[in-house]
């Protein structure tokens, strides 16, 4: 709620239950100084509006944010998360938070991913769903050709081929403008949305485990292009 009357979320309602209001107060009186219309609720119509074990006591409605596949390309992007067939919606509310963490400035939601206006996955991006333009319901195929047309290399996150993460090679390359491409939970990235890739890399298991969890591996890809990308712009400003 507080983040999305911060990024300008069209908020319509505000609903509440009494112990919430007075625990978030400053957040009651910001929402109607914006001229959004406060509802007191029960507890047990606010567990059934909010759809969720322990609700916060607080629940905003908000008009929906995802922007067109074009949107995020102009200007170009220099990092950005592609989901395809991502159907869990806490791994994909959790890829969303660290891509806004990251500094990414885009997720797409592509194939059969889940809808990012699940209630799991707005509960998991902790507010980044307000943070960063998101695209919903996009054909994988039609956003790999927007982010190659908008010049970044497309990169496929695969365990199970590619090199490995800590190839001098792809070290070499995480500087430069990246879609990540990252796909479903149980199974991957099947061969043939994975072939849209211009490149696999696997994130290195050191240890015993068979794999990562989808959303940990996003942050390993992601804060691996983040910092390498980080890194160029300090050293290239140092030498101008």
């Known amino acids: 709620m507080a983040e999305a009357l911060r990024y300008g979320a069209e908020v319509s309602d505000l609903f509440v239950t009494v112990p919430a209001r007075s625990r978030h107060a400053d957040l009651v009186t910001a929402a ?43 200007p170009a992007p220099a990092l950005v998360a592609l989901l395809a067939n991502v159907r869990d919606p806490g791994n994909a509310g ?74 001098p090679d792809v070290q070499a390359r995480l500087d430069e403008p990246t879609a990540w491409l990252f796909g479903n939970e149980a199974w991957g990235l099947p061969p043939d949305l994975g072939a849209l890739a211009d490149e696999p890399v696997a994130v290195p298991i050191y240890g015993q485990a068979e794999s990562l969890n989808l959303a940990a591996a996003a942050a390993v890809c992601l804060y691996a292009s983040a910092r390498a990308q980080r890194v160029h712009r300090v050293t290239g400003q140092a030498g101008t």
């Open 32 to 74: 109607e100084s914006a001229g959004v219309p406060v509802h007191v609720v029960s507890g047990e119509v606010m567990a059934e509006l909010a759809q969720t074990v322990t609700p916060q006591g607080l629940l905003a409605v908000c008009g929906f944010v995802d922007v067109p596949l074009g949107a995020v390309t102009q």
């Open 94 to 167: 959790t890829v969303l938070r660290t891509a806004d963490a990251a500094g990414a400035q885009a997720v797409v939601f592509a194939d059969a991913s889940v809808d990012p206006y699940n209630g799991k996955c707005v509960r998991a991006s902790a507010g980044s769903l307000f943070h960063l333009p998101v695209v919903a319901g996009a054909r994988l195929g039609d956003a790999v050709a927007a982010m190659r047309a908008a010049g970044l290399r497309v990169v496929a996150a695969d365990g199970r081929t590619g090199r490995s993460l800590d190839d």
